[in-house]
């Protein structure tokens, strides 16, 4: 019976779990989930994952890197936080979605269509540029991400919204240019170097 035992708690610290606890943001956290369901039951898009994040933690303490690294599920995660409220012991679920996506897309091994990793990119390039968004290329890149085609038809159904963001001055057709942004963008991407110098170096090691 102790080999068995031996052999099972082996199993439970597999090397995807080292892993994922190594370079998934909060990663070690995910050997803390009970298996409730809570989180998935919190979501307002729960119907739609392929794995639910209480599945997403089982298969990586089962090891099963490719499948978790591939699915689309971690990219569903809108940050609304409900599972991290709801969670009986407070996992950081938001936080371990978001670091295995990023983890993935580092890898290359995150599905190539996925319209929420589209919106993640899209959302990354146009803040890292000024350290602020700018709403109106930010839209413009969303509505014409599927092509010309697609973009216009967005654009018209969305022209009410258009206008209104105008209106309150949420969004400014001038700032198609340029936009406002932070006073030290130079010092902004000197921090977003180091970052993925440190993250790159993290890599190399494994």
Not at 48 to 56: G, I, K, R, S, Y
Not at 165 to 182: A, F, V, Y
Request: charged share 20%; glycine share 10%.
């Amino acid at each position: 019976m102790a080999n068995t035992n031996t052999v099972m708690i082996e199993k439970y610290r597999n090397n995807f779990l080292k892993e994922v606890e190594a370079n998934v943001e909060e990663g070690e956290w995910v050997k803390m989930c009970m298996q409730c369901g809570v989180c998935s039951g919190s979501c307002p898009l729960g119907p739609h994952w392929d794995h639910p994040p209480q599945e997403l933690f089982m298969m990586i303490r089962a090891g099963k890197r490719e499948a978790v690294l591939s699915s689309s599920s971690m990219w569903m995660c809108t940050s609304c936080y409900n599972c991290v409220v709801r969670c009986p012991r407070g996992l950081p679920i938001t936080h371990i979605m978001h670091g295995l996506a990023s983890y993935a897309n580092k890898l290359g091994l995150a599905p190539k269509n996925q319209p929420t990793k589209k919106f993640s990119k899209i959302f990354w390039d146009n803040i890292t540029k000024t350290g602020r968004a700018n709403e109106l290329k930010m839209g413009l890149s969303l509505y014409f991400m599927d092509g010309m085609g697609s973009g216009v038809k967005n654009a018209m159904a969305n022209q009410k919204l258009g206008m209104a963001m105008m209106k309150t001055k949420r969004m400014n057709p001038m700032e198609i240019t340029g936009g406002h942004g932070i006073k030290d963008t130079g010092g902004l991407q000197a921090i977003l170097k180091k970052a993925r110098e440190i993250e790159d170096a993290k890599l190399k090691k494994q």
